[in-house]
């Protein structure tokens, strides 16, 4: 009969869903942070973590190169003859690798630049495969094969990074700075 009750009861409960918020909040937040991530910022996504999840995420091509080592046939690519002022990213994770800065015409049939984007982008890693001593080089942050170094590249390093286009990704926004 006393209104007080009522008085009583709704703010109780306005307390109560006042403490559960952060919490709603934070899982009805959860999923567009997720979704926007993979559809912007490739950097921030997250990685497949199986191959099954890495072969869904990327293409026939993509997943053969990055995942098996593969090597896609000189001339064939869509960047051994791209000179559009950009960055390259990594297909698999999205890591910026290379920039058009360091790009140059090797005429070996793949994109070729003399240096990486950044010293810890990238990994090297002695390969003996094919009866051959080369140096392969793969994505820091995703492990991605993304093709060999070599020592006949041109001035200021001597290096040539011979690189897969299925490996990357060219993102012409980003533009590199200047030194
Ligand atoms: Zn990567």
Redesign the pocket.
Known sequence: MRPTRLTQIVPALAAATLLLLPAIEAASQRKPLATGAAKGKKMSRDLPKTEEEWRKALTPEQYRV?RQKGTERAFTGKYWDHHADGSYS??????V?FRSTEKFDSGCGWPSFFEAADSTAVKYHEDNTLGMRRTEVT??????HLGHIFDDGPNPTGKRYCINSASIEFGAREKAPRK
């Not at 990594?90 to 890591?95: P, V």
Request: aromatic share 0%; charged share 5%; glycine share 28%.
């Open positions: 990055l990594c297909a698999g994770c999205g890591q690798l994505c820091a942050r995703c492990g991605g």
